[in-house]
């Protein structure tokens, strides 16, 4: 923590303080925070909580990324990995394509498969349900992570059947947890600019809702940094703040970077380093009630990832492979990442690296932390 001289200088000393003391910040503070010139300062509050809630821990997972389809009827103007049934570029991925992925991996201790696509006009919830219970034949024990809010909305819509009895049969399939896409910037306004075809943002928080109602643990995401103001970004975090005292059914908050690059948002700007680590900071001091704060290599790149562990963030992700959405969109990252380079990347940032599963335990036995003692020669500094 910076000195409280630094705070007072910038307007921000009841902050600090009630930082400090561990009370919930307003949209107003919020703002300030967001308009502070000096990043340092923020990303110190924010590293502050950050050691509070997990001290010099940060988090990986061994995982395998999914994609079975980008043929979607939303069209989504930011989205570059969708396409129409038919155009250049649509793909589909048969059952048995994606079993024979997860086969190909068998030798890796896979702990959770990601499963996402668009929203298909023709795959019916019996191909998902079916795909399921095939995965957790062929792997028992990992965690199944599939289909954002929107999906779901989808695939109701398509049956004709509740949302929650599209979660209820996925979840009786082997479903252990909803990933966080799809929930963008929840405001009217952007989303009637950039995806009007898409779930609303009260639908997506309604569905998360029913989820953690029927247990089934959630992350959540924030798509910044294309035409939502900061008051909108604010208004964004305060909801899944909201819910999550509703519902305490948040694992983890993904802020993810807007992509620019084929998308078909005018005058695309793209995200700074500087914008990106100040969104992660204010992000993790805003979600007081949401555990965990993943800086996700993919969209950030492995360098900035490991900067953003010190402005607030204590997960890096995992290995991935094979992630399509974000490179699509022109994400210049790795495809994937080995345990060993996580662990480097984790450890080289002065941090101590643990392997964990998708509800963020801990995975037992010797498996990870190889390079934990050059985390802790660096002190309690």
């Given at each position: 923590m910076l000195p409280s001289s630094v705070y007072e200088e910038l307007g921000l000393g009841s902050i600090r303080e009630k930082v400090l003391a561990g009370e919930r910040l307003s949209l107003e503070e919020g703002l300030r925070l967001f308009e502070c010139p000096d990043l340092l300062a923020v990303g110190a509050l924010a590293h502050h909580v950050r050691t509070r809630l997990h001290g010099?821990?940060?988090?990986?997972?061994?995982?395998?990324?999914?994609?079975?389809?980008?043929?979607?009827?939303?069209?989504?103007?930011?989205?570059?990995?969708s396409r129409r049934k038919g155009q250049p570029g649509a793909f589909e991925l048969t059952v048995d394509q994606i079993l024979e992925k997860v086969r190909e991996r068998l030798h890796d201790p896979i702990t959770e498969i990601h499963i996402v696509g668009g929203c298909h006009p023709d795959l019916r919830l019996e191909t998902f349900e079916r795909l399921l219970s095939a995965i957790r034949r062929i792997r028992p024990d990992v965690r199944l992570k599939a289909f954002t809010a929107v999906e779901i909305a989808h695939f109701a819509r398509l049956e004709g059947l509740s949302t929650r009895q599209v979660l209820e049969r996925l979840r009786a399939a082997g479903l252990d947890m909803l990933p966080g896409g799809g929930a963008e910037v929840f405001s009217p306004r952007i989303r009637g600019l950039l995806c009007p075809e898409k779930l609303s943002g009260e639908g997506w928080l309604q569905v998360v809702r029913e989820a953690h109602e029927l247990g089934i643990k959630t992350n959540a995401t924030m798509l910044f940094g294309h035409k939502e103001t900061l008051q909108e970004r604010l208004e964004h975090l305060d909801a899944l703040r909201r819910l999550q005292d509703e519902t305490a059914g948040f694992v983890c908050f993904i802020p993810l970077p807007f992509q620019p690059h084929n998308t078909k948002v005018d005058?695309?700007?793209?995200?700074?380093?500087?914008?990106?680590?100040?969104?992660?900071?204010?992000?993790?001091?805003?979600?007081?009630?949401?555990?965990?704060?993943?800086?996700?290599w993919v969209m950030l790149t492995v360098k900035l990832a490991q900067v953003a562990l010190h402005f607030g963030a204590d997960d890096l992700d995992g290995t991935v492979v094979e992630e399509?959405?974000?490179?699509?969109?022109?994400?210049?990252?790795?495809?994937?990442?080995?345990?060993?380079?996580?662990?480097?990347?984790?450890?080289?940032?002065?941090?101590?690296?643990?392997?964990?599963?998708?509800?963020?335990?801990?995975?037992?036995?010797?498996?990870?932390?190889?390079?934990?003692?050059?985390?802790?020669?660096?002190?309690?500094?």
């Open positions: 010099w821990t940060t988090y990986y997972v061994v995982n395998q990324h999914i994609n079975y389809s980008n043929i979607c009827v939303n069209g989504c103007r930011f989205c570059a990995f005058d695309a700007r793209g995200t700074t380093g500087v914008e990106e680590l100040k969104t992660i900071a204010v992000s993790r001091l805003m979600l007081d009630n949401i555990p965990h704060l993943k800086a996700y399509k959405i974000g490179h699509m969109a022109g994400a210049d990252s790795e495809q994937a990442l080995t345990r060993w380079e996580l662990e480097r990347l984790i450890a080289e940032a002065g941090f101590e690296p643990v392997e964990r599963d998708s509800f963020f335990e801990k995975v037992s036995g010797e498996r990870g932390g190889a390079n934990a003692d050059t985390a802790k020669e660096r002190g309690a500094a």
